[in-house]
Every structure is written in structure tokens, then in C-alpha cells.
């Protein structure tokens, strides 16, 4: 049933967007860096990689500059069209080729690239690897608004990270991954809609009943968490 959810949505959405996105496709070749698609690896299931798709929004070596493969507000590598992609959501869009390819489904925990999957506790990331990535996720609607609260933390942006974002997100997706169901799923979806318009909402938590809390964090994630933010900084994951 998932499955042809995820086929019927992703054919139904490709023939809808198709009129805009050739418009699309031909102001992002005359601007930028030329390029209309962008390619990034991330970790799928069973641990993984593969090439997620999306509209070229940042410059091509973005993740060899900077801040790597987190995108902080006001990043100087994101171009202009790019900004107004990124605010909509628009750039993510080309994903429902990998949700039609079977890489993806259509809710289910986010992937992420190699580099920020590994600042995941190792039980953490056990789990998210046993199931397909999700085009959304209940991590992607609590943390709708991430380069935000990157942007107005005192660490650096790994430790931000790994402190604000990361360890919670986790716990988001484990939350998920027990409690699945298309109920949940049609839930998410509409929230992932209103969270868009609606930033500051506090309507995921009303509907999304019993979900983890910040102050439920485990310490002894976070310490794992502290060993592998050190590691990536000496380049030995």
C-alpha cells in the first residue's frame, strides 16, 4: 500500500509541476553556475548511499566550503533564485524522481548526507538505516526552520549541531519509526504543508500526540554525540 501511495503521488505531482519546472529548468541554466539538478549522496537504506535530487539552489562545491554539508540562514554559497527555492521548498521537488526510483518513500526519517548521519548516536543510526528515507519526516517538521536555530547558536556549527538539532532529531525519528502507520503518515504530510506558511506554529505537537521532548534527550547520546563531532573535525569518520 505504501509503495503505491508512493508511485500514484510522485507520477501525480511530476505532471503537475512539469508546465513550471521546464520555466524553472530555464532560469536556472541562464543563472547561477548553469547547472539545473544538483546530486548529493545520502545514507538510504540498509546504510546506503545514494543520489538524492534537487533543483540547484547552492554553488556546486558548497559542500567543499564553508560549513560543509550544513546550510546556515543567509549562507553566501546559496545563489539567488536559489534562496527563493529553498524558502518554498521548491528545491526539493526533483526528490519524487527518487521517490518513483523506490530510494525514497514518501513519509519516513529524512536521509542525510554521510557527514551529518554520522553526528547520530550509533543506536540512532541502527535504526534509521532498517527503513526507506522519507521524502519528509516528522524531523523535517519540528526542524522546519534548522539554518534559523543554527544561525542564532553561540557554538560552532558542528557543536550546534550535534547539541540543538542533531541527538533530538533522532529521537523524532525513533518516535516515528514506533509509532508508523498511513495515519500518521497523511498527518504528516498536511503538517509538512502548514509548517511551510506557518514556522512558528505549535500545531505539530498538539496533533502529533506523545511525541519526545527536548528536555528527554539522553546525556549519554550527547556524549556519543561530543566523540563523533570530534572525530569529523580530525577527519577520522
Known amino acids: 500500500m505504501k509503495r503505491a501511495i508512493d508511485i500514484l503521488f510522485s507520477v501525480t505531482l511530476i505532471l503537475l509541476f512539469l508546465p513550471f519546472g521546464l520555466v524553472l529548468a530555464v532560469v536556472l541554466r541562464l543563472t ?12 538510504g537504506y540498509g546504510g ?19 560549513t560543509g554539508d ?12 536559489g534562496r527563493f527555492l529553498r524558502k518554498t521548498k521548491i ?8 521517490l518513483l526510483k523506490g530510494d525514497m518513500t514518501l513519509v519516513s526519517p529524512r ?13 540512532i543510526q541502527e535504526q534509521i538505516v ?13 526542524f522546519r ?34 509509532n508508523q502507520s498511513l495515519f500518521l503518515d497523511m498527518k504528516i504530510v498536511l503538517l509538512t504543508a502548514w509548517v511551510i506558511v506557518f514556522k512558528e506554529s505549535a500545531l505539530p505537537y498538539r496533533v502529533l500526540k506523545g511525541l519526545p521532548r527536548r528536555d528527554q534527550w539522553i546525556s549519554e547520546a550527547q556524549s556519543e554525540g561530543k566523540e563523533n563531532v570530534r572525530s569529523l573535525e580530525h577527519g577520522t569518520r
Open 145 to 178: 526552520d534548522e539554518e534559523s536555530l543554527l544561525a542564532r547558536s553561540s557554538k560552532t556549527y558542528l557543536e550546534a549541531y550535534r547539541d540543538e538539532i542533531s541527538v533530538y532529531k533522532g529521537e523524532l525519528e525513533l518516535w516515528y519509526i514506533k
Open 130 to 142: 532498517k527503513v526507506r528515507p522519507g521524502l519528509t519526516g516528522v524531523g523535517s517538521v519540528i
Open 48 to 66: 546506503k548511499t545514494f543520489r538524492l535530487a534537487k533543483f540547484a539552489s547552492m554553488l556546486e562545491n558548497s559542500p567543499n566550503l564553508g
Open 91 to 98: 528545491n526539493e521537488i526533483p526528490q519524487v524522481l527518487n
Open 111 to 123: 536521509p542525510l548526507t554521510p557527514r551529518n548521519f554520522a553526528l547520530y548516536p550509533e543506536r
Open 32 to 43: 547561477g553556475e548553469g547547472k539545473i539538478f544538483y546530486f548529493q549522496p545520502r545514507v
Open 70 to 81: 550544513i546550510t546556515l540562514k543567509n549562507d553566501s554559497r546559496v545563489l539567488p533564485v
